[in-house]
């Protein structure tokens, strides 16, 4: 036998050659390329996955966020309001207080001088009673009916330019509300 190997090397080395690369092309074939194959499916599926995760994630953090801002808008709506509230009921005590004490001297003068004009009312007092309680005055004559009631409720009526401008600041509260937290 080794006088066989010794007369056929070179015929033996290309059979193992022949076999050997025959052996590597048949496992590049049958388990490589498939493996390989396998593998780029999977990571192409990991990464669709991954995409669809992500989608999920932005979808979910997107939902969360609106339903915070809209948590968020629904107290700042309801602080504004509040703030307006205590507003008109700071600015009901402020006139009535300003009308009692408004109503009390021209009660007295009202009292003493019974020579009492439709201008003259306007002039000193129109600024706080209103045109109102000047043509109240006229009609009844009477100086304490027209005098002597003051509304100290936190829902009284306001004169119309204290009542716009508390109008007002509520709108612009909202508005900035919802620029602040936007839906």
């Known amino acids: 036998m080794s006088q066989f190997i010794k007369d056929n090397w070179f015929k033996l080395s290309i059979a193992v050659a022949v076999l050997f690369i025959g052996v ?15 593998s780029k499916v999977e990571r192409a599926d990991y990464k669709e996955q991954q ?3 992500e989608q999920q ?19 700042c709506l309801s602080n504004a309001v509040k703030a307006y509230n205590e507003n008109w009921k700071t600015n009901c005590i402020d006139v009535a207080q300003k009308t009692e004490k408004a109503n ?17 009312c306007l ?3 129109g600024a706080v009673l209103g045109t109102s309680s000047c043509q109240e005055f006229l009609k009844i004559g009477n100086c304490d009916a027209t005098f002597g ?17 508390l109008d007002e600041q509520l709108k ?9 937290y936007p839906q």
């Open 51 to 53: 995409k669809i995760q």
């Open 149 to 165: 009631t003051v509304d100290y409720s936190a829902d009284c009526s306001l004169p119309k330019t204290r009542a716009d401008s």
């Open 123 to 125: 002039a000193r007092y």
């Open 57 to 75: 994630e932005r979808e979910f953090q997107q939902e969360q966020k609106a339903r915070t801002n809209a948590t968020l808008l629904q107290q």
């Open 24 to 38: 590597s092309v048949g496992y590049y074939l049958v388990f490589f390329i498939p493996n390989n194959e396998k």
């Open 104 to 120: 009390t001297d021209w009660n007295k003068k009202c009292l003493s001088d019974r020579q009492i004009n439709y201008n003259d």
């Open 172 to 180: 612009d509260a909202k508005n900035e509300c919802y620029k602040l």
